[in-house]
């Protein structure tokens, strides 16, 4: 058990190591625990690393899906290359979707102040627009 749970964890033989069976023991113990102690941390790092792609993973399923129905249905090649190209130039649209549904669910003053945050840029751009704005501000400040 001692040489296997050593083994299995990837602690390594060292030139150091139990001489009695107490030693061997506790040895043994610690190596179980470290090696579940290892797991839970490249779980964890696996499991951030797997949310940080969420987007990335909700396209590619929905890309399965796509190839899966045309597989399904039996059909023609351009029309398969005519709904990929369709999926892949509307991914930036399906995410502005998402995005929206967002901003959908925020309360309605909050919803104000994100959609100015977000187009803040092309909005003082345009002179009617940032003149307006300021007005805006003027009004509800008092």
Same mark, same amino acid.
């Given at each position: 058990?001692?040489?296997?749970?050593?083994?299995?964890?990837?602690? $390594?033989? $060292? =030139?150091? +190591?139990?001489?009695?069976?107490? *030693?061997?023991?506790? &040895?043994?113990?610690?190596?179980?625990?470290? +090696?579940?102690?290892?797991?839970?941390?490249?779980?964890?790092? &696996? +499991?951030?690393?797997?949310?940080?792609?969420?987007?990335?993973?909700?396209?590619?399923?929905?890309?399965?899906?796509?190839?899966?129905?045309?597989?399904?249905?039996?059909?023609?090649? *351009?029309?398969?290359?005519?709904?990929?190209?369709?999926?892949?130039?509307?991914?930036?649209?399906?995410?502005?979707?998402?995005?929206? =549904?967002?901003?959908?669910?925020?309360?309605? +003053?909050?919803?104000?102040?994100?959609?100015?945050?977000?187009?803040?840029?092309?909005?003082?751009?345009?002179?009617?627009?940032?003149?307006?704005? &300021?007005?805006?501000?003027?009004?509800?400040?008092?």
């Amino acid at each position: 058990l001692y040489f296997t749970s050593y083994t299995i964890t990837s602690v $390594g033989y $060292g =030139d150091i +190591g139990p001489k009695n069976i107490v *030693e061997i023991i506790v &040895c043994t113990f610690m190596i179980v625990i470290s +090696g579940i102690s290892w797991a839970v941390v490249l779980g964890q790092v &696996c +499991g951030t690393i797997a949310n940080l792609k969420k987007e990335e993973q909700a396209f590619r399923s929905s890309m399965d899906e796509l190839n899966n129905m045309m597989h399904d249905r039996v059909l023609r090649p *351009e029309m398969k290359r005519r709904l990929r190209g369709f999926f892949l130039s509307n991914r930036l649209a399906q995410r502005r979707a998402r995005h929206m =549904d967002v901003i959908n669910s925020l309360s309605p +003053g909050l919803k104000g102040e994100v959609v100015m945050e977000v187009n803040r840029v092309w909005i003082q751009k345009v002179n009617f627009l940032r003149e307006m704005l &300021c007005e805006a501000l003027y009004i509800l400040s008092r």
